[in-house]
């Protein structure tokens, strides 16, 4: 019985996913598998590639023979070289691991109430943008300093304990948007907000 390793295809149309298999050479594409040691699936980025190593180089050692897609994966993984003796690829790339969606949620919110001094959790902006917020920073702490004196005088006077919280400064936080307004609004009034470029 001729032994093939090859790609059983599963998935949806315009969405193919694979699995990797141990087959008899004469089954059906989709048929009866010996085994199944690995997935393939070509559309994620980077693609995502998992092979049982030491069940791939036990069937290669017994002489199941892999298809040419087949092969060109164990290429990438390294287990076609560990199995001729050649020197080892460069590592795959791997997928960052994602954040779930209530811990970005929790992130933003507390930034949003001041909280917390962490970054929302969202993608990578470009380098202008963090050099305008680093610009802002400073005149934030500036505008936030003499605000705090004044809360403490307004906090003096016997109130119920539910005033006391303070709310974020809206004004500081205002001065570190890029264009609060929107569509430049700053520039078609001849103003410029603090800490943007003029261009």
């Known amino acids: 019985m001729a032994v093939k390793i090859r790609l059983l295809r599963m998935g949806k ?9 141990v087959a008899d050479s004469r089954t059906k594409r989709d048929g009866r598998a010996i085994e199944y040691v690995g997935i393939y699936q ?4 980077p693609s995502v590639i998992q092979v049982k ?3 791939v180089q ?8 892999p298809s040419e897609a087949v092969q060109r ?4 993984t390294g287990d076609w070289q560990l ?5 080892a690829p460069p590592p795959l790339l791997v997928a960052e691991a994602k954040k779930s969606r209530t811990e970005i949620y929790e992130a933003e919110s507390k930034a949003a109430a001041g909280v917390a001094d962490t970054k ?26 003499p605000a705090e004196p004044e809360q403490k005088k307004v906090a003096e006077p016997a109130e119920p304990e539910q005033k006391k919280v303070a709310e974020p400064d809206r004004e500081a936080v205002a001065e570190t948007a890029a264009d609060p307004a929107g569509a430049g609004a700053a520039e078609a009034e001849g103003t410029t ?6 261009n």
């Open 13 to 21: 149309i315009r969405n193919p996913q694979y699995r990797i298999v």
């Open 83 to 87: 199995f001729k003796g050649l020197p």
């Open 58 to 65: 036990y069937w290669l050692s017994v002489g199941a023979q």
């Open 193 to 198: 907000v603090a800490g943007a470029d003029a």
């Open 42 to 45: 070509p559309k994620e980025h």
């Open 53 to 55: 190593s030491e069940r």
């Open 120 to 145: 929302p959790a969202t993608p990578r902006k470009s380098a202008k943008a963090d050099t305008k917020a680093t610009a802002a920073k400073p005149e934030q702490k500036k505008a936030a300093e």
């Open 73 to 76: 994966i164990l290429e990438k």
